[in-house]
């Protein structure tokens, strides 16, 4: 039960993270730019993940060779995440444009955990989560209009 509670804690702590980077690569792609906004957030995230590498002694980081393509390209869309935020945060807010992302998340993740993608365990459609799902667009239509 303490191992279900501390991975849900870090959830919490990854969509506040989310919740709280949104806005501000928002307001700072107002400043510099989307590109401009996007390479800075980036160089940062190298900085921080290389270091944390470094901490961990490299961990397998030789291996990178082996991996799938699909792997490798998951960056790219770490920049379409950060030219949409940028895009739709000033127009819409951040409580809608965090909404759109986290609906957009959840979409793909149903239809990620359904298909088995990218190697993952495939899992059930069950109708509660059909639910949760449509309640969850009724809620962002409700926030966004």
Known sequence: MMELILTVVIGLI???AVGTQTPIAGAMS???GGAASSFIVHLGGL???GVLLLSRRGENIEQWRELP???LCSGG????LFLTVSHTIPKLGAVSGVTLIIV???VAGLAIDYLGAFGTVPRDLE???IIGLTLLLIGAYLIIR
């Open 30 to 32: 107002q400043r510099v």
């Open 69 to 71: 393509w699909y792997m």
């Open 47 to 49: 900085v921080a993940s």
């Open 127 to 129: 109708i509660t989560k």
């Open 14 to 16: 990854g969509g506040i």
């Open 104 to 106: 957009g998340q959840l």
């Open 77 to 80: 869309l770490g920049l379409v």
